[in-house]
């Protein structure tokens, strides 16, 4: 029972490199969110998806994009990375809101990424 | 805006005594409430939730919460600590006010629980 799968777990990039986190979910979920978790600070909000094809910026968007081509995948972009982007991304998914029964998040394990 | 407070950094409590951790939240609409808890290395899990009804909602491991609407509080309790509930914790909200926000979840900074032997 894989839930939310998170690729890589661990990565170091260099100032300017470009690289991608994959989301991955089973549990055909419509909601699905990218956050950063810094010390101090909690989550915050990167991007989020309502279904397939949609995207939407969160709280800190500025420095990523994102991609949802398919349901079950949520991919994170970092065009040019820099040492503030240093964190640790969690990837989360959730069944479609209904204001009566509202489902909680499934997180994955996150990805450690350290910018030099 | 809605917003998530959580005044405690760090709370440390004896294995045994009852434990609390402090929640308290700001949104436009009716709230939806959360909890979650998040163990080194792994993402955070569900604990709790509190949608409407009673104001005293349980959940896993022994957890409870009690909705206070009043004092925009939501505050995660147990009787008797144990120390394996050290981890940290996160109090989230989900504003069911305007389209634009209820579709985001706004969590909290987390407070640091040890409980000690």
């Known amino acids: 029972n894989a839930g939310v799968t998170q690729t890589p777990k661990f990565r170091v990039l260099k100032t300017g490199q470009s690289m991608t986190l994959l989301c991955a979910q089973d549990m055909n979920h419509e909601y699905m969110y990218w956050y950063r978790q810094d010390p101090g600070m909690g989550l915050r909000l990167i991007h989020y998806s309502v279904g397939e094809g949609t995207t939407a910026k969160g709280e800190v968007p500025d420095g990523y994009n994102v991609s949802r081509l398919k349901k079950q995948n949520f991919l994170l972009g970092l065009e040019s990375a820099a040492p503030s982007q240093t964190s640790v991304y969690f990837c989360?998914?959730?069944?479609?809101?209904?204001?009566?029964?509202?489902?909680?998040?499934?997180f994955g394990d996150g990805t450690r990424l350290s910018i030099l | 805006a809605q917003s998530v407070a959580q005044p405690e950094d760090q709370v440390n409590v004896a294995e045994g005594n009852p434990l609390t951790v402090k929640c308290t939240y700001s949104?436009?609409?009716?709230?939806?409430l959360f909890w979650y808890v998040q163990y080194p290395n792994r993402g955070l899990q569900f604990l709790l939730k509190?949608?409407?009804?009673?104001?005293l909602v349980k959940g896993s491991y022994g957890f409870e919460a009690e909705f206070n609407k009043s004092q925009t509080s939501f505050h995660l309790k147990k009787p008797s600590a144990l120390v394996s509930d050290s981890a940290l914790y996160f109090c989230?909200?989900?504003?069911?006010?305007?389209?634009?926000?209820?579709?985001?979840?706004?969590f909290g900074p987390g407070t640091s629980l040890s409980v000690i032997p």
């Open positions: 949104v436009s609409g009716n709230p939806y």
């Open positions: 509190y949608i409407t009804g009673d104001n």
């Open positions: 989230a909200v989900r504003d069911m006010g305007p389209k634009t926000s209820y579709d985001k979840v706004i």
């Open positions: 989360a998914s959730s069944s479609q809101t209904d204001p009566l029964e509202d489902q909680p998040q499934h």
